[in-house]
């Protein structure tokens, strides 16, 4: 099968849960404002897509159709749950950042979106690539715009990600200016609508750009030369 | 008609396994995780009050030394805080206890505070606020070292009516862009000392071990408020 590539192109780019569906966008507008925090969300959202897509897809036989959408929301309630346990428990300092955003993991219709509309229909392997794509191009996401609200609004990059990752990583932590003022409106969630829209026009303009690119070079085909 | 009646049994049927399946594994993991996050929340609560006295001026299990006291106008507050005695061969050398200072610009703003037995601050830390990021939360000690000038500070120094920020005619600094929140720090600071002040001998008690008659030192005790505070500015 060499359609998993096709999977992750459509997780981390072409379908990508935020700047392609746009979906996510609740808990996206809560946490990044660093972006240590978009990718301790990101990865906590992954672990959650990944397991919620396996169990799903396992068991899509015995899932009736008509309460197919309240068994997926329980199994994913589930999951947050456990996942929330587990990090209050294994992750104790990172849980002290994240620990008010996990609940929200509940409520990311990207995770329901990808049970609805891929696990459902198709074979365990299928669903588990597909889960981790959507999960990492979620990830993405949430580091890329995390990143850009914490550049302009305390330029700092990664600051507390030896929370997050452990010593090992303090290296990553970057301050970028020493006695930043701060520009508070990237750090409140309008910024991260401004950075999302940036984006998204940003990612319009590199799709359009292709485009026009690959018409042209079709272009010589298609009009026989004189 | 039959049919549909089936078919509902069924969907009710899948509908309930799931939902015990779900409850089950949420069960499990709560019973396998509740130590490790008691440890993890102990550990991350001894850490914090070592930073405000020394591990080595105590020897006691600090998170087991504990009282709960109900004091809504002092503490900021309805519900029961918690106050934790550090102790050294059972005399009380410092007091720990989580007031909240209810009255930030949005919404209460949870302390740790610490204060020797003769009634000098060991220090204060903000556990939880929602300040207004880069204006308000210059209270957090990584944003700012202002919560550290607490530090040493007690009743008499600086005097009662000067425990106020500057801009009010006290000592303590205001930040630029946000007054409303140190004001509400130090207010609520101020009061916790009064509070212990009031209290000094039934808080700073000895250990039920060299006092046994002593009920004070069991957990849940409700102090009742002595009297109602004065106008409060």
Redesign the interface.
Known sequence: MNDYRGIFADGLWRNNAVFAQMLALCPLMAVTSSATNGLGMGLATTAVLLAANVIISSLRHLIAQEVRIPVFILLIAALVTLADMVINAWLHELYKVLGLFIPLIVANCAVLGRAEAFASRQPVLASAADGLAMGLGLTLAMVVIGACREILGSATLFSQASLLLGDGFAFLETTLIQDYKGFLLMVLPPGGFLVLGFLLAGKRVLEQRRERVKSAAAGPVDSPAH | MKTVAR?MG???L??AS??I???G??AV??IG?QD??AA??Q??LEANLNALVPEERYDNRVAEDRLDVVAPEWLGTDQPVPFYRARQAGQPVALFATPVAPDGYSGSIHLLIGVYADGTLAGVRVLAHRE????GDVIEERRSPWILSFTGKSLTNPPPERWKVKKDGGVFDQFTGATVTPRAVVGAVRRFLEYVQIHHERLFAPTAASAPESDLTSNSVDLIEPRKRGEDP
């Open positions: 078919s069924t969907s009710a899948i509908l799931f939902a399946l779900g409850a594994l949420v993991t709560h995780t490790r996050i993890a929340q550990a991350a207004t990021p880069g204006l």
